[in-house]
């Protein structure tokens, strides 16, 4: 309202000059007809001295108005020079989304050069140039979102430039209101990441890479043992020219072991695609325990089920499960060699699921072993192969849970399956 006023400001000065000239000269030439001659000369006076006083506080006025309107134009200058310096794209909108001010950059980046394009919406700006006509009308839905959730946003957008080249901009916008809850105004800066997200997906492709280099590693290792073994014993009976049963034997124990391997192997690396469907927890882990409960017996070893019934449900393929479950529980047995008691336990999350506990108090894993635990081909076992663990994390994982291994040497070990109910 104060800088309505300030135009009026010259037509009140001169409203009020006329009217204050004319009502003194009439009052002077009153006295004067009175014979009042010194009044008259003293009004005349501080009428002269009043009109100096006044137009000087104008005029300090004006200047100082003057000097801070140069100063606000140089700071618009500066703030212009470094907005349009800066490698980012900038736009102002005002509250109806029109475009106040953007910088070269962004002018640069839309084809925007030679166009005015002040005033004008995203909606508008696509007719001037067509082939961003998608990334504008995307533009204009994150702002309607900003404006509605009336927060800052931050989120990344691709398109494709006229040359064909990939961009990915991290975009963040900020909404500005006026003190009644009206859109005042949206700053939008996006910062070119394609650079970054190549470099990302190089990394991710190297790390890739890697693995596979670790994995094929691991597989040569572990296909090597059995047929250089297989080797010997064949090029043994070439030269005794018959063959000992026990050598053949031998021989297909080898092959056996290589076909256990390439079947571990097909079941980490084939994509599985199953139904999933609502199965009751207790019925796998009974299954399982049936399955075991001959050599538990044999190594003195009890299983214990606790808090588990069948109504605790949840969503996976049974034999999917069955195989995790048998995998932990072996791995338990295994590490209790002079018998001892595993507790299974479990605990329904309306949140997270279904919890599954399976504790055992065996020899304990070392802190180093620990962290290396589903690693392909990792075991600590004399006998086995390293790919029981990494298929159950396969497993778990496809089912949308989570494990965790806590263990102590010489405490025990328990294994923690969250799996969802739904």
């Known amino acids: 309202m104060k800088r309505k006023w300030l135009k009026f400001i010259p037509l009140i000065y ?48 004006m200047l100082k108005k ?48 030679d166009v005015d394009y002040k005033g004008k919406t995203d909606l508008d700006l696509r007719e001037y140039s067509p082939h961003f006509k998608e990334a504008f009308e995307y533009c204009t839905e994150t702002d309607r979102k900003t404006w509605e959730e009336g927060q800052t946003s931050r989120e990344e957008e691709s398109f494709c430039l ?70 010997g014993f064949i090029q043994l009976i070439q030269k005794s020219g018959k063959a000992n049963r026990k050598h053949v034997e031998l021989v297909l124990s080898e092959i056996d072991r290589i076909n256990e391997i390439v079947s571990e192997l097909l079941v980490l690396s084939k994509p599985q695609t199953k139904e999933l469907t609502l199965i009751s927890i207790f019925d796998i882990i009974q299954y399982v325990i049936n399955l075991v409960s001959n050599e538990a017996r044999k190594n003195n070893i009890i299983i214990e089920i606790k808090d588990i019934d069948k109504d605790m449900v949840i969503r996976g393929d049974k034999n999917n499960l069955k195989q995790v479950f048998i995998n932990l529980i072996k791995n338990s047995m295994e590490a209790m060699s002079s018998g001892g008691k595993i507790e299974i336990s ?3 999350d309306s949140v ?28 600590s076992k004399e006998t086995g192969i390293g790919l029981g663990l990494t298929i159950t994390k396969k497993i778990i994982q496809e089912h949308k849970g989570q494990m965790k291994i806590e263990s102590e040497i010489g405490k025990g070990t328990t294994v923690t399956v969250v799996l969802p109910s739904q």
């Open 14 to 61: 001169l409203f009020f000059g006329i009217v204050w000239i004319g009502l003194t000269d009439y009052w002077l030439y009153v006295l004067k007809q009175n014979n009042y001659i010194v009044i008259a000369e003293y009004i005349n006076l501080l009428k002269g001295w009043l009109f100096i006083l006044i137009t000087t506080l104008l005029l300090y006025m």
């Open 352 to 379: 997270e699921g279904v919890y599954i506990r399976v504790k055992d108090g065996g020899s304990g894993i070392s802190p180093s072993n620990l962290e290396r635990l589903g690693d392909p081909f990792f075991t």
């Open 162 to 231: 006229a040359n064909g080249e990939q961009k990915t901009f991290d975009v963040i916008k900020v909404p500005l209101f006026y003190s009644d809850g009206r859109r005042k105004a949206l700053v939008t800066i996006g910062r070119d990441i394609s650079s970054l997200k190549k470099t990302e997906q190089l990394l991710v492709t190297k790390e890739k890479l890697s693995v596979v280099g670790e994995l094929s590693a691991g597989i040569a290792h572990e296909i090597k043992n059995p047929l250089t073994s297989i080797k």
């Open 66 to 113: 003057h000097e801070a309107l140069k100063d606000l134009e140089r700071k618009e200058q500066e703030l212009s020079t470094l907005i349009n310096n800066m490698p980012d794209f900038v736009c102002f909108k005002d509250g109806q989304g029109r475009w106040l001010q953007t910088n070269d950059y962004g002018l640069a980046l839309y084809d925007l050069q």
């Open 346 to 348: 479990g605990m329904h």
